[in-house]
Nanobody, 118 residues
Framework: QVQLVESGGGLVQAGGSLKLSCAASGSIFSFNVMGWYRQAPGEQRELVAIITKGGSTNYADSVKGRFTISADNAKNTVYLVMNSLKPEDTAVYYC????????????WGQGTQVTVSS
C-alpha cells in the first residue's frame, strides 16, 4: 500500500516562503512521475509542479520562477520550495505519484493547507 504524507504547510505573509515535503512509504524511484497539485475553495484541483523519474520538471505558468520541485531518492521524499508567495497561492496542496504499468496508478496524499495572508 502506497502512502504519501505531506508536511510543511502553514500560514505565511505575502512575499514569504514555505517548503513542503512529501514522504513516500517506499522508494520514489518506483514512480514514473511525482508532483504537487493544489485546490482552493470552490476551485478544481490544479497541477502545480511535476518531476519525472529522470529528473525533468514542469511547472504551472502561475508558479514558474517562484516554486521549485525536487526529489531526494535516498530519503524517498519530494519537496516543493515556494518563494514569493501570493494570496492566490492559498490552497490545500496535495502530493501525487503516478506509476505507469499496463495502466496508470495514481496515488494521493492527504493534503496540507497553505494560507498566504496579504
Amino acid at each position: 500500500q502506497v502512502q504519501l504524507v505531506e508536511s510543511g504547510g502553514g500560514l505565511v505573509q505575502a512575499g514569504g516562503s514555505l517548503k513542503l515535503s512529501c514522504a513516500a512509504s517506499g522508494s520514489i524511484f518506483s514512480f514514473n512521475v511525482m508532483g504537487w497539485y493544489r485546490q482552493a475553495p470552490g476551485e478544481q484541483r490544479e497541477l502545480v509542479a511535476i518531476i519525472t523519474k529522470g529528473g525533468s520538471t514542469n511547472y504551472a505558468d502561475s508558479v514558474k520562477g517562484r516554486f521549485t520541485i525536487s526529489a531526494d531518492n535516498a530519503k524517498n521524499t519530494v519537496y516543493l520550495v515556494m518563494n514569493s508567495l501570493k494570496p492566490e497561492d492559498t490552497a490545500v496542496y496535495y502530493c501525487n505519484a503516478k506509476r505507469f504499468l499496463t495502466s496508470v496508478s495514481n496515488y494521493w496524499g492527504q493534503g496540507t493547507q497553505v494560507t498566504v495572508s496579504s
